[in-house]
């Protein structure tokens, strides 16, 4: 599949999601609509956890609707974090190791992690949990796999099909691809599974972001493999990020400053609110929808799924 394909697929999936979450007419064709609402002292940035009902108000076309409930939401990120230890990876995978370790650090001790690999195959070797030693243990036995191509759509896929497995899971996917961009031999890029893929992790609300080391000499390994491309248009798509290092010494400043990015999104999703609300009668076919707080000092991110960037 060339990366132009990779692209418009992309591309097509987010506009769907879009439509979905920005679509106000559908919306509010909806018994008691309702969105999330992060709501933030403008002072020092920190979530505010006691609003009321009666201080949020919904505006339709400048008349107010109802608000008929405010609930509290406390849904944690669950980050997944991917290292390639493939073809291309032996002189960066002591900074890859490194940088994780460092990521790990700058993550609050609540955050659920969980560490895989993907040379050769996709591997989880510790699951998603709150033990930092068992993390730091399947981090120090990583070890290159010299004679398999990385996986890189293969990990998301499945990493994808979990989350589409998990039907009581409450909390943001966040998926870290630690990479580089050696000999890439995924089986899902055909139309159907990447399709597939992407479809489920916008159904979950998951953001895929890429740290990805540029290959420039490693003896008897090809470069070139599709993860620039792949890790840009994933990561748009699902408002996560791409960055690209030429050493991979960068893994050591990339990653923990992910996790500083990764940690403030967890603290601002999980003390959010869904609003309810009853619309004002006879709105327009593109109805113009606002959120107003009668708090002082309050700043407000409001949001179709509670994903916050």
Request: hydrophobic content about 40%; overall charge negative.
């Amino acid at each position: 599949m060339t990366a132009i394909t990779h692209r418009t697929i992309v591309s097509s999936a987010l506009v769907a999601l879009a439509l979905v979450l920005l679509g106000a007419p559908a919306a509010l064709a909806q018994d008691d609509p309702s969105f999330f609402v992060s709501f933030i002292d403008s002072n020092d940035g920190t979530p505010v956890t006691d609003m009321e009902a009666d201080e949020v108000v919904v505006e339709v076309d400048g008349v107010h609707g109802t608000t008929l409930n405010l609930e509290p939401i406390d849904w944690p990120v669950r980050v997944t974090v991917f290292v390639d230890n493939g073809l291309a990876s032996p002189p960066a995978l002591a900074d890859m190791r490194e940088g994780v370790r460092l990521f790990l650090d700058e993550l609050p001790p609540e955050v659920e992690v969980a560490i895989g690999t993907i040379g050769g195959r996709p591997q989880i070797r510790a699951r998603h949990t709150t033990d930092r030693d068992e993390l730091l243990d399947a981090i120090g036995v990583m070890s290159p796999d010299t004679e398999g191509a990385a996986m890189y759509v293969d990990a998301i896929y499945e990493e994808a099909e979990r989350m589409h497995e998990d039907e009581e899971g409450q909390y943001f996917p966040v998926v870290v691809m630690v990479a580089t961009n050696g000999p890439e031999g995924s089986s899902r890029v055909r139309e159907r599974p990447f399709r597939q893929m992407m479809e489920r992790l916008f159904a979950n609300s998951a953001t895929v972001h890429t740290r990805l080391w540029t290959v420039t000499s490693v003896s008897g390994v090809k470069q070139g493999g599709d993860q620039n491309q792949l890790g840009v248009d994933i990561g748009q798509a699902t408002g996560g990020t791409f960055e690209a290092l030429t050493s991979s010494n960068g893994f050591r400043n990339l990653l923990p400053a992910l996790a500083q990015d990764i940690a403030r999104k967890h603290r601002l999703v999980s003390s959010q609110y869904r609003v309810t609300f009853a619309p004002p009668e006879n709105v327009s076919e593109q109805p113009a929808i606002r959120i107003l707080t009668t708090r002082a000092g309050v700043d407000m991110t409001p949001t179709g799924n509670g994903n916050i960037p």
